[in-house]
T-cell receptor, first 113, second 113 residues
Framework: DGGITQSPKYLFRKEGQNVTLSCEQN?????MYWYRQDPGQGLRLIYY???????QKGDIAEGYSVSREKKESFPLTVTSAQKNPTAFYLC????????????FGQGTRLTVV | DAKTTQPPSMDCAEGRAANLPCNHS???????VYWYRQIHSQGPQYIIH???NNETNEMASLIITEDRKSSTLILPHATLRDTAVYYCIVRVGAGGGADGLTFGKGTHLIIQP
């Protein structure tokens, strides 16, 4: 089945460690996005990519990094510079032509202790 | 600045129609109105979108005012499984720009038995 997959579902890390969250899609979508969600809050955009080898900062990019070496993959690294990394992270993808509805993964809940 | 304004929460009785309003008074001519919903701890799910005409699909109906400054999402026969946070988003249509698909805080719809 086509879809967007995030792994792992739960992730625990020690403070000061970098951690990379995986996002893979087999929908042949050009655009991919990363969001952060804190309890009781809406989604805040971290980074997005419209095409391979290109990406733009969203509203809260500080302390995060991304790469887009392949169309189907858009990994997010939460660096030690991110002051409050514990959150629910969501990845999404969409086409660039035709309908631009976005498809979301099921999220990764990151806890930094 | 937020492009849309939604009430933070609403209640609706099971079996009744749920009408969720959204104001988007600064919408541009090439921007679509999209609705998504997010059930607790899951990724958001696309519901429906429209430009200026009313739209209906198997999940909901979307009513857009003639001046396009507001819209209403209608769930015709709400069930308990419709309890979720509903997001209204305005976004440039296909190929129209490098926007990042920005979410606000949405409306928490609670369906009462």
């Amino acid at each position: 089945d086509g879809g967007i997959t995030q792994s792992p579902k739960y992730l625990f890390r020690k403070e000061g460690q970098n951690v990379t969250l995986s996002c893979e899609q087999n929908l042949n979508h050009d655009a991919m996005y990363w969001y952060r969600q804190d309890p009781g809050q809406g989604l805040r955009l971290i980074y997005y990519s419209q095409i391979v080898n290109d990406f733009q900062k969203g509203d809260i990019a500080e302390g995060y990094s991304v790469s887009r070496e392949k169309k189907e993959s858009f990994p997010l690294t939460v660096t030690s510079a991110q002051k409050n990394p514990t959150a629910f992270y969501l990845c999404a993808s969409s086409r660039q032509t035709g309908s631009t509805e976005a498809f979301f993964g099921q999220g990764t809940r990151l806890t930094v202790v | 600045d937020a492009k849309t304004t939604q009430p933070p929460s609403m209640d609706c009785a099971e079996g009744r129609a749920a009408n969720l309003p959204c104001n988007h008074s600064t919408i541009s001519g090439n921007e679509y109105v999209y609705w998504y919903r997010q059930i607790h701890s899951q990724g958001p799910q696309y519901i429906i979108h429209g430009l200026k005409n009313n739209e209906t699909n198997e999940m909901a109906s979307l009513i857009i005012t003639e001046d396009r400054k507001s819209s209403t999402l209608i769930l015709p026969h709400a069930t308990l499984r419709d309890t979720a946070v509903y997001y209204c988003i305005v976004r440039v249509g296909a190929g129209g720009g490098a926007d990042g698909l920005t979410f606000g805080k949405g409306t928490h719809l609670i369906i009462q038995p």
